[in-house]
C-alpha cells in the first residue's frame, strides 16, 4: 500500500472515506496481481 501516497498520510477526515480508499487500494493491487489491469 506504500505506492498509494493518499493512503501513506492520511488525509480523509471520516473513518468511512479511509476504509474506502484502502478496499480500493486492495483491489487494484489483486487485480494487478493477476493481470486484469
Do not use: C, D, H, M
Request: hydrophobic fraction near 50%.
Amino acid at each position: 500500500l506504500n505506492r498509494f501516497r493518499k493512503l501513506l498520510v492520511r488525509y480523509e477526515k471520516t473513518n468511512a472515506s479511509y476504509e474506502a480508499l484502502l478496499q480500493l487500494a486492495a483491489s487494484i493491487i489483486a487485480f494487478r496481481k493477476i493481470g486484469v489491469i
